[in-house]
T-cell receptor
Framework: DAGVIQSPRHEVTEMGQEVTLRCKPISGHDYLFWYRQTMMRGLELLIYFNNNVPIDDSGMPEDRFSAKMPNASFSTLKIQPSEPRDSAVYFC???????????FGEGSWLTVV | LAKTTQPISMDSYEGQEVNITCSHNNIATNDYITWYQQFPSQGPRFIIQGYKTKVTNEVASLFIPADRKSSTLSLPRVSLSDTAVYYCLVGGGDNFNKFYFGSGTKLNVKP
């Protein structure tokens, strides 16, 4: 099993630019999660999907953030426009069903300058 | 919401058994207790999960008292490579939004 695959692994962008992070969940997993990790706030759940449908996006910080899951094998997290305070590691994760374990990707390290 | 409280950090020496306790006073009936391990520059990795009593796998043991208001992760004979942050989570039963990671416990294993 290839695990959760995220891209890019590292991105440096200028303030105001659009950033798109990509995720391929583990095949057969019904749940997909986007987390953000910073030193100050730790790991925060931004949004999660069930069967490609967004279930809870209450963790999305503001309208500049959007996430989509057009099919069972692909999701994107978009930040437009990006700001320096968006600098963080963004993790995608997937799970087979409720109560089951969550498998994380290696993260996308975003730096906005 | 079932938030968790863990020690911020712990020190240990190679070969010792390490026990990390997590408090979760507001755990809901359907909540599971799950522990994750995170190394620098990597995503969290599942260690063990339980609902009640004791669970053991090849990596660790998880002890859960009858009231389920706390849990203890036990790592037998730690090595330097066990130096990591360990997170206790409760949730997953009804709503994944309850999967709060908290600040975790930074375990430092010394030679």
């Amino acid at each position: 099993d290839a695990g959760v695959i995220q891209s890019p692994r590292h991105e440096v962008t200028e303030m105001g630019q659009e950033v798109t992070l990509r995720c391929k969940p583990i095949s057969g997993h019904d749940y997909l999660f986007w987390y953000r990790q910073t030193m100050m706030r730790g790991l925060e759940l931004l949004i999660y999907f069930n069967n490609n449908v967004p279930i809870d996006d209450s963790g999305m910080p503001e309208d500049r953030f959007s996430a989509k899951m057009p099919n069972a094998s692909f999701s994107t997290l978009k930040i437009q426009p990006s700001e320096p305070r968006d600098s963080a590691v963004y993790f995608c994760a997937s799970s087979q069903n409720r109560g089951n374990t969550i498998y994380f990707g290696e993260g996308s390290w975003l730096t906005v300058v | 919401l079932a938030k968790t409280t863990q020690p911020i950090s712990m020190d240990s020496y190679e070969g010792q058994e390490v026990n990390i306790t997590c408090s979760h006073n507001n755990i809901a009936t359907n909540d599971y207790i799950t522990w994750y391990q995170q190394f620098p520059s990597q995503g969290p990795r599942f260690i063990i999960q339980g609902y009640k009593t004791k669970v053991t796998n090849e990596v660790a043991s998880l002890f859960i008292p009858a009231d389920r208001k706390s849990s203890t992760l036990s790592l037998p004979r730690v090595s330097l490579s066990d130096t990591a942050v360990y997170y206790c989570l409760v949730g997953g039963g009804d709503n994944f939004n309850k999967f709060y990671f908290g600040s975790g416990t930074k375990l430092n294993v010394k030679p």
